[in-house]
């Protein structure tokens, strides 16, 4: 747009220059070898005009002869160079689709045509063919030519890390992955391989380093690295417990500041708190973790913060708790355990019983077997207790890939994926196996239909007798549906002659009865505490 108002300027300006010279007519003279030329000042003009264009196009045509072979050299080159392109583009989406066939014939039409030095591209089509062929150590001599050139070296680094992944060796992997991260932490692939290698050795300064590297790359989140820091925090607070208390305990009040809502936070700060003395602050940790979320390990850390309580006081700091998260299973199974170390049976049946109104699984039932042996003895209800708790879901544990542990850990063992474990009930037995109904009356029982009498045999009418035999006297009081109509002769006589015999039904064989328990193996077995696993 500006190259043409600058052209029209220009028209414009010539335009207002001859008419400016045709209203201001003259002569011009010219005095060259003797002669003597004289010409209008208008003619002189456009003289001058066309002597400057020609010039002008005379030195057009000498420079483009000049420069034409440089000019059709590089025409070809260019078009070769569109060629190897296009080659090179359809190799990748041959690649892409899986068509080895395709992608090497491509890789080698486009190597014929742009140089490979130029064009790092081309190292990669021809290992993704070799990969697509199944010439797996080609690719892997590919990738390691990719590290001596400082453009391709992340991706030399990434084939061989996917390539050492296939081979399922995962220290080659994470060593690949390593020498990436150094280099560009940015990377999702090596931060988190190289996060899992250091988490796996318990290098948790080092993981912790690489996940400030990731927080401020913004490759995660910041709600994400606060997780992160937190679960290593923790990691580290339990790792140095014994041997470095207060190093210990600074990282585990860091993590809890961090999310004050994880549970292994919270009981690690308040297990370092409590070890050296601090209960009060301990106890607000714990108070705090509670109230956004209920946790066993929490109740039984909280609970037993004063190894010297009375029974007693720990009943009341379990109902301290339950004021704080009113209307939760795990407040009523708390005040359950603590009544029952303290021989208060009411309080701890009333809270066992609320807690399977809210949530019934094993725990609440196991626990309500306690109370029932420790109070009355009575051993058939412990059993219907126990056969309950059998049939009833899980407590929630802590599950990471299929593992259930009874203790919180970083990283799963499975995968060694950080922050893996999740408070839930395990996959196996989810969902309420209890029927709601038990307690019910019983429910009508659906009538099973008799299979179908084969064709060659002829059915056998029964007569209603007016008068029974005497061998259905007091069987009046039987259910209608097990109650057996008598044949009498006259039945008899309609059964055909020809008819097979029917064998009578074997008497079903009786079940010895329960011989109850040993005395002497019961005296072996607690009186407390059921455990089904």
Known sequence: MIRLLAFLIVVFALGLGFAWLAD????????????????????????VVAVVAA???????????????YTISRYFRVRRRDRGYQALSTGMIAAGAGDGALARK????????IRSDQEPLIHLLEAQASLLEGDHEGARQKFESMLDDPEMRLLGLRGLYLE??????????????GRAAAVAPQLAWAAESTLEELTARGDWDGALKLVDAQKSTRQIERDAAN??????LTAKAQSLADSDPTAARTAALEANKLRPDFAPAAVAAAAALFKQNDVRKGSKVLETAWRAEPHPEIAELYTHARPGDAVLDRLNRAKKLQEMKKNHAESSMTVARAALDAQDFSTARREAEAAIRMDRREGAYLLLADIEE??????????????????????PAWVADGVVSERWAPVSPVTGRLDAFEWRAPMERLGQLIDSRDDAPDAAVVAIEAPARPVSEKPIAV??????G???????????????????AAAFAAVPADAEAVEPAEELARLPDDPGVDPDEEAEKSPRRFRLF
């Not at 420790?374 to 407590?395: C, F, H, I, N």
């Not at 007569?463 to 029974?468: E, F, H, K, L, N």
Request: glycine content about 6%.
């Open 463 to 468: 007569v209603d007798p007016a008068v029974s």
């Open 106 to 113: 491509k890789t080698k039409e486009a190597a014929k045509l």
């Open 55 to 69: 010039v002008m196009i005379l030195w057009w045509l000498i420079r483009s002869l000049w420069n034409s072979p």
């Open 227 to 232: 997780r992160r820091r937190a679960v290593l």
């Open 164 to 177: 050492a992944e296939r081979l399922g060796d995962r220290n080659a992997a994470r060593h690949y992955a």
């Open 24 to 47: 201001r007519p003259g002569d011009m003279v010219v005095t060259f070898n003797g002669y003597q030329y004289q010409v209008s000042l208008m003619v002189a003009a456009v003289a």
């Open 374 to 395: 420790a109070e009355t003895g009575d051993q058939g209800k412990v059993r219907q207790l126990l056969s309950k708790a059998v049939r009833a879901p899980r407590d």
């Open 470 to 488: 005497s061998e259905t006297t007091g069987k009046g009081t039987d259910r209608s549906e097990d109650q057996v109509t008598p044949v009498t």
